[in-house]
């Protein structure tokens, strides 16, 4: 398996299970690691300068979003892209809880949760969106935040373990084809109406919004080619 050089992010230093998650993460999503390929631990320690122990700390990781396999006595796999009913599945999953979770923030939200939210839309409007894993990262990393600031915030630790569960969002990346996010606006406009609802302090209304938000996600994912 010939690997590409690491990402720039990913310096000498940089040694930590994150780091190697990091690189790891963006080959997948940039599909420098293609479906089924072998993830050879000696190989991409090598390859990355680190012992293997991070490697298979960051491959342990990544398998529970998924994104590789580890069949019995064959180590790991790089997983297949999950068809496009898969990942409308996710969305119809999070639609089961996320209008909850935004509903019982929304109720108990103060100014400084509202203001939290309110950056995270700040930063995707500002954000990148590619090319690549590397440029799209912080888009992402604000995206995922909105929606966990608003689990973290429900007053129900269980509501929040289960949203947290939730770590097959990153395969939705890895079928972009140009490896660019092409609905960052769309999404930046949903998320504000529901920071637009906690602001006003409309627990229904931000239940709403956050179900329009998915809804409209839903018919994005089912439309892509």
């Not at 997948?28 to 072998?38: C, F, I, R």
Request: proline letters at 6%; one cysteine or more; aromatic letters at 6%.
């Amino acid at each position: 398996m010939e690997l590409p050089d690491p990402p720039p992010f990913l310096n000498g230093r940089q040694v930590l299970t994150d780091g190697v998650h990091e690189a790891l993460l963006a080959m997948l999503v940039d599909g420098s690691l293609k479906p089924g390929e072998p993830l050879r631990t000696e190989a991409l320690a090598q390859q990355l300068q680190v012992s293997a122990t991070p490697v298979r700390e960051a491959l342990a990781r990544l398998e529970a979003t998924g994104m590789v396999r580890r069949l019995a006595r064959r180590g790991y796999r790089v997983a297949e892209l999950p068809t496009r009913e898969e990942m409308a599945q996710f969305v119809e999953l999070r639609l089961l809880l996320e209008p909850a979770n935004a509903e019982r923030a929304c109720a108990r939200a103060d100014d400084g949760l509202v203001a939290a939210l309110a950056q995270t839309v700040q930063t995707q409007r500002t954000a990148p969106t590619g090319p690549h894993y590397a440029n799209f990262k912080t888009f992402l990393q604000a995206d995922w935040a909105f929606h966990s600031l608003i689990a973290a915030n429900t007053g129900n630790p269980f509501l929040e373990q289960v949203f947290d569960s939730f770590n097959g969002y990153m395969q939705r990346y890895r079928a972009f084809d140009d490896h660019v996010i092409s609905d960052a606006h769309e999404s930046c406009a949903e998320h504000a109406a529901v920071v637009d609802a906690f602001r006003d302090h409309s627990p229904e209304r931000a239940a709403a919004a956050m179900r329009t938000h998915l809804e409209k996600l839903l018919e994005r994912v089912r439309a892509a080619r």
